[in-house]
């Protein structure tokens, strides 16, 4: 049974989205104010948050921000509840995380179908990961002898795992902050937050970071050509991708390539 947190401090609205998640068949837990709901999404970690903006003790924002810090609460589904929002009142809470915005005055129809759509949505992500993780587990010739290992590249960050899952996965693909986001269930605002507060580096620069030291692997250990190097990680317009290596190895793939060549000979005589 499908547990969905319920803040709203107006007793008579909480208490019809209770009795109707109840016979929806949802387990419904109800908070009164935003420091209860807090305590409540620790306590009870409910599939999805559903929670008004203007709650005493703490609003609305306030609780999807320290939800979104917690690793146990960070991707619990959040639903917005309010009677007005500007485009940046909507804009301060999809940055936070927010997954979707009901505005007043909405039918409990109209509530029961946004919780159902995102629990779609968060069971197809879940779905998902599963697979990558099986994927990432299963000893393969790409993940082992024919490629760098992750682990000398992403930082060891428990809260960042799966983007840098998705990352190793896909590098060889045209992604993107967005196409990383989605896969995680963020938005690329606070997913851009919170990667820079936790490793310093932005999503597209730790994409860069694996694309090149993979470009450096395939260089040192085949003989492929340059052009084909590139588009096997990712790249799809030459001049960006020799552009990228020269910034990062200060040099063109080529000469990269002979001077690791005349190294490697010179430490074999």
């Known amino acids: 049974m499908k547990k969905i947190l319920v803040i709203e401090n107006q007793a008579e609205s909480r208490d019809i ?35 008004d903006i203007l709650i005493p003790k703490l609003d609305g924002y306030g609780v999807l921000r320290t939800l979104r810090q917690n690793l146990a609460t960070a991707i619990i589904p959040f639903i917005f509840l309010t009677a007005q ?5 909507v804009r301060q809470g999809m940055n936070l995380g927010a997954d ?3 505005i007043k005055p909405f039918t409990v129809e109209e509530v029961i179908r946004a919780i159902t759509a995102r629990l779609e949505k968060q069971a197809i992500l879940r779905q998902w990961y599963t697979a990558q993780s099986e994927y990432l587990k299963t000893p393969s010739t790409a993940n082992t002898e024919k490629s760098v ?20 996965i896909n590098f060889h693909q045209p992604i993107g902050l967005c196409d990383v986001a989605l896969a995680v269930g963020y938005s690329p605002a606070y997913l851009t937050s919170q990667v820079r507060r936790l490793t310093g580096r932005t999503v597209n ?7 090149m030291a993979e470009v450096c692997f ?9 052009d084909a190097i590139a588009q096997a990680v990712g790249y799809q317009n030459a001049v960006h991708f020799f552009r990228q290596f020269r910034q990062y190895n ?12 005349i190294q490697h000979n010179a430490k074999q005589n």
């Open 100 to 102: 979707d915005y009901l």
């Open 17 to 51: 989205f209770l009795d109707r998640l109840e016979i929806e068949g949802f387990e419904a837990i109800a908070a009164e104010n935003g420091v209860v709901g807090i305590q409540k999404a620790q306590e009870c970690l409910p599939d999805l948050v559903i929670c």
């Open 218 to 226: 395939l260089l040192q250990k085949t003989d492929q050509p340059v």
């Open 205 to 211: 620069r730790w994409i860069v970071d694996r694309r």
């Open 85 to 89: 929002a500007t485009q940046a009142e």
């Open 250 to 261: 200060g040099t063109t793939p080529q000469a990269w390539r002979n001077a690791q060549r």
């Open 149 to 168: 290992d992750p682990h000398l590249i992403f930082p060891n960050c428990s809260q960042l795992s799966k983007v840098f899952d998705f990352i190793e």
